[in-house]
């Protein structure tokens, strides 16, 4: 087994990994290395959007906003710590113009005015994209950056096992994802920068790479704060990607494909009329997350999914090439709003393609540089997990409750009930500086020391056990029908039976065929235990809040709960038992000038 000694480890090279590492060495610290599975791989480099958003401090025209004001919406959207989220206000510029003079292309006017548009849960113009493709863009420039300084990246290499001793980061235990060859580095700090745990639902639009390693932490006894809080929404399957924003706005038709091939356009049946369908539909386009508050308006039509898909069995697509019902009068019937949009847009145009085309023909070339013509096949979709609003359990410095052991990006729990769209892209930028600059700041860099720990016992499979793929298709399946954005609290408490008792006998119970191909099994386990930690947090919150957010609590007696509250609180996850504490507020932050400059060290 080839051992490694290095000071400082990164684990991910997502948009939060790279930065991480770049402010590692333009702190000081050289003794440094990026750990990744798959330099390409991960959620920042292969997702996007409409328009993909990156949410910051407004700086442009009449806007008036502070940091305090941008503050206060982070923490405003409930289960969030005040300290984290002042800290992500406050750096939200730097981080940004760190981006912006690095070449990422946010619009700029004549005057360097980077301009803005409102996203949702805001209500100031604080959002900014340079595309669908924006956190790709920002990964490339981050990674040119490392590139050019010479920072080592250890790829093809999946961390199985943090290596903890008297509650400090020791090490870590990784295999190499071609070949199962075991490496162990010992280490003295660690930033894990690898996302949120993609592999745990199958109705998803994460990238197929993105795999998730959220049950890395689990397993070492890492605090996690409100895993139940996710966003959910409309994506296209077969290409995953985000179906909002004007994918909605051109009024697609909905329609839906029975097990005996039958096609019929769905959505006026559950409503008064196909116009008011329509207007929904429209309104999805800018209120794509799926949201409880919301059931009665535009996040109807994602309970409606859901039932055609997982109680009807129904295959659901967008149909881009006909009319829906309700235009074939012209599109005087609609709302003001939706018509009024579709004017200004030039866009009173037959069928939804040709409107498409006209508003936004990058996204129907987006699609065809993925294998699928718009013009000429509708396009499968299911409302699928997008991202996780909890994650890790971070101090202000996006510290664990592990010493050494940091977390940024998606994969630290800084993002509460409501987050602003685009907020994540900040979080991750800020995240990882911060963690950096304790790092650096906090720690003498010095070679880490050798200690033993345990590892798994991985067998062969002899012909009578389940495989990795099976236990992960279970899961992942399960997950979407009974504990996504419409959770039933009975099936979630079968089902946390059911996977933690695999999770306990995981490696009697799943093996695999071939010894040369333990990466799968790894993945397996991490899925597993992902999914056992984010099912109790849920069920917790199923019993003691209620509907909420991004989800509704069901059950088979009395239908959907009420609307739940304890936006003080936190909903604190460790190993798979669950609890609640109340948030850090926002704290009182010292604004006497002389003050702060007499304490500069």
């Known amino acids: 087994m080839r051992e490694i000694y290095i000071d400082t480890a990164v684990v991910g090279t997502g948009a939060a ?3 991480a590492a770049d402010w590692l060495h333009a702190l000081g610290r050289r003794d440094i290395a990026i750990v990744t599975e798959g330099k390409n791989m991960g959620t920042s480099r292969n997702a996007g959007s409409d328009k993909q958003t990156y949410y910051k401090l407004s700086i442009s025209g009449s806007e008036r906003d502070s940091v305090l004001d941008l503050a206060e919406t982070l923490y405003n959207g409930g289960c969030v710590n005040g300290d984290t989220a002042l800290i992500e206000a406050a750096c939200s510029a730097k981080c940004f113009f760190k981006l912006a003079n690095m070449g990422v292309t946010f619009p700029v006017n004549g005057y360097g005015e980077y301009v803005g548009y409102q996203t949702d849960h805001d209500t100031r113009k604080r959002a ?50 071609n070949s199962g060859e075991e490496t162990v580095i010992f280490c003295s700090n660690a930033i894990l920068a690898t996302g949120g745990p993609a592999g745990i639902y199958k109705d998803s639009v994460y990238p197929a790479s993105q795999t998730g390693s959220l049950g890395l932490a689990i397993n070492a006894g890492v605090e996690t704060v409100n895993l139940q809080e996710w966003q959910y929404g409309i994506a296209s399957t077969k290409f995953r990607w985000n179906l909002s924003g004007t994918y909605q706005q051109v009024l697609p038709r909905y329609i839906a494909i029975d097990k005996n091939g039958n096609e019929r356009e769905f959505l006026p049946e559950y409503f008064n009329n196909s116009v008011e369908a329509l207007n929904t539909v429209f309104q999805k386009g800018y209120q794509w997350p799926f949201d409880s508050a919301k059931i009665s308006a535009s996040s109807q039509i994602d309970l409606i999914l859901h039932k055609e898909i997982h109680e009807k069995g129904n295959k659901i697509y967008l149909d881009y090439r006909t009319d829906p019902a309700g235009l074939e009068n012209g599109f005087g019937g609609l709302s003001e709003e939706a018509r009024g949009y579709l004017e200004k847009s030039g866009a009173l145009l037959k069928t939804p393609i040709a409107r498409l085309a006209k508003m936004n023909p990058k996204a129907i070339e987006l699609y065809k540089n993925n294998g699928i013509d718009l013009y000429k096949e509708p396009l499968e979709i299911a409302v699928c997990a997008q991202h996780m609003n909890g994650g890790i359990a971070v101090d202000a410095n996006w510290q664990t409750n592990i010493r050494g052991l940091y977390a940024a990006g998606e994969c630290a729990g800084t993002f509460g009930v409501y987050r602003p769209g685009g907020s994540a892209l900040n979080s991750g930028q800020v995240g990882s500086m911060r963690a950096a600059e304790h790092i650096c700041k906090a720690t003498v860099g010095h070679t880490p020391e050798k200690v033993f720990f345990d590892r798994y016992s991985v067998k062969i499979d002899s012909g009578n056990k389940s495989g990795p793929d099976e236990a992960v298709e279970y899961i992942r399946s399960n997950m979407s029908k009974s504990a996504a954005y419409s959770r039933n609290a009975e099936e979630m408490k079968a089902l946390f039976l059911e996977i933690s008792e695999l999770h306990k006998n995981f490696f009697e119970m799943v093996q695999i065929k071939d010894k040369n191909e333990p990466a799968k099994l790894y993945i397996a386990y991490d899925a597993v235990s992902a999914a056992s930690a984010v099912l109790s947090a849920m069920i917790y919150a199923a019993d003691k809040i209620g509907t909420r957010g991004g989800s509704i609590i069901r059950d088979q007696e009395t239908g959907v709960r009420s609307q739940g509250q304890g936006f003080d609180m936190l909903t604190v996850t460790k190993g798979f038992d669950t609890t609640e504490k109340p948030v850090r507020p926002l704290p009182v932050s010292e604004q006497w000038f002389e003050a702060v400059y007499n304490s500069r060290p």
């Open 17 to 19: 990994g790279y930065n």
């Open 128 to 177: 900014t994209s340079a595309g669908p493709l924006t956190s790709k863009l920002m990964t490339e420039a981050l990674e040119a950056s490392v590139m050019d300084k010479g920072i080592k990246i250890i790829d093809t290499t999946r961390v199985i096992k943090l290596i903890i001793s008297g509650n400090t980061l020791k090490g870590m235990l990784c295999i190499d994802v």
